[in-house]
């Protein structure tokens, strides 16, 4: 009898120590983790205002936006380094010092002897009709085209006459003299020469 007894409180000894959380053998089961107090939400940093920026942001703190800085695009072009893509620049189109051409000055005309000897041809038809001076542009035009050109040198001589302009007419005769001096207009231009110094001298 006493036996049983013992062998039933050691059962209920067993049992208790199988119930209790903290003794016994460790069984495998779901591990439940432990509850954690939680953390303390940090207080978010007031946004800095118009009148003082805040200049203590770190280096990674993203900026307001691609190329701007305060509102002001600050980013240059990608198609062109270090040109500034404000509306406000200005690009330097003035000719290089020493290149500025006079404003009398003509474009030179490439050589072309058949321009040349249709110009005095359409001058010579404007001569005829007494119109001196679209011979006299056609005449130059043809100087453009062939420079020193013997016939229309002379033929421009004739207009300056006839124009009453005498200086350019003894300039034009002269040269002629010097291109041709026994050139067909050669007689000619050596008496037009002599009637400028005679009007010269008012004889």
Known sequence: MKCLFAIVVLAGICLAQSQSPDSGPT???PTVPK???PAATPVPKPAPTDSAPDDSASPDQEPQGIGYHDGVE???DPGTPGVSSSKDTKVNIAPPVGDTAAPDVQEMKPYDPHKADKNIEI????FKLKNYRAAESRYREAL????GDAIATFKLGEVME?????????QNYQAYLKILPDGPFSKDAKKALARIEQARNGT
């Open 35 to 37: 509850k954690t107090k």
């Open 162 to 170: 006839k124009i009453g302009n005498l200086v350019q007419a003894r």
């Open 27 to 29: 069984t495998v089961g």
């Open 123 to 126: 001058g010579d038809y404007y």
């Open 74 to 76: 600050t980013a240059p």
């Open 144 to 147: 453009e085209w062939k420079p």
